[in-house]
Nanobody
Framework: QVQLVESGGGSVQTGGSLRLSCSAS????????MGWFRQAPGKEREGIAS???????TYRAPTMGRFTISRDNAKTTIFLQMNSLKPEDTATYYC?????????????????WGQGTQVTVSS
């Protein structure tokens, strides 16, 4: 069993920045893929970015350039640096995990999900 703990959400004004963190624990991870997703009220959950233990990344186009995913393999932790935030970025942000490498944003590929952290961007 894998546990995911997210942190770093909060409220910011338009143009501000936040950095989300997600740590995985509960097993030994020689190869893994972790990703960030978000769900705004009334909308479907969508992928943002993923990174695997080899450092390969994939991004969803709309947030690419403003959001950057990174990892700390030693701590099985990923980060999402979010800059130039907009009100439409307001959502619950989720971390997801699966064993094995190969970046993807296909939600069905992930086996474990965090509880989510709220990000609110005010105008």
């Amino acid at each position: 069993q894998v546990q995911l703990v997210e942190s770093g959400g909060g409220s910011v004004q338009t143009g501000g920045s936040l950095r989300l963190s997600c740590s995985a624990s509960g097993d030994s991870f020689s190869s893994y893929l972790m990703g960030w997703f978000r769900q705004a009220p009334g909308k479907e959950r969508e992928g943002i970015a993923s990174v695997d233990s080899d450092g390969a990344t994939t991004y969803r186009a709309p947030t690419m350039g403003r959001f950057t995913i990174s990892r700390d393999n030693a701590k099985t932790t990923i980060f999402l640096q979010m800059n130039s935030l907009k009100p439409e970025d307001t959502a619950t942000y989720y971390c997801a995990f699966r064993r094995g490498s190969g970046p993807t944003l296909r939600q069905s590929a992930f086996d474990y999900w965090g509880q989510g952290t709220q990000v609110t961007v005010s105008s």
